[in-house]
């Protein structure tokens, strides 16, 4: 089993989003024996709570039904359970390199990483933009989650 958790900062927005669309392209190449896939936020503001409304809408457009995710903080244990903690953003990654345990790091990935060909680093917050950077972060995560899953399939599957 491969174990994948996307990270964000209140897991609302973004890594729902990457949950969300992850799990659809493992479900759609037939891999959901093999791959999990699960979010956290670095931060505890909106634990319990469902994705940003936004965040539904943009998902729901393209097919994907976030409704049912509630958001959990991450916590150091995640870098034992996980095969891939995947940092949304700068912010995130550095967060979560101060709580990885000793040795964790090979674990800890940026999203955008998977993606080279976008030429970007971060994956930006649209929390505090408008509904047109949802649109935008939807792309994003789609493009990196098709190189991830290339990337899980050379190196465990
Ligand atoms: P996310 O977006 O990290 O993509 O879930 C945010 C959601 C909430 C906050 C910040 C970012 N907040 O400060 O409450």
Sequence with gaps: MVNVLFV????????????????ALVQREGLSDHITV????????????????RAQAAARQRGIDLSKQRARQAVAHDFERFDYVIAMDSQNYGDLTRM???????????FLAFAPQLGINDVPDP?????SGFDGVFDMIEAASAGLLDDIRANHL
């Design 8 to 23: 964000c900062l209140g897991n609302i927005c973004r890594s729902p989003t990457a949950e969300g669309v992850f799990k």
């Design 38 to 53: 699960d979010s956290a936020g670095v931060g505890d503001w909106h634990i319990g709570s469902p994705p940003d409304s």
């Design 100 to 110: 990885c345990p000793k040795g964790g790091d090979d674990r800890l990935f940026k």
């Design 127 to 131: 929390y505090y933009g408008g509904d």
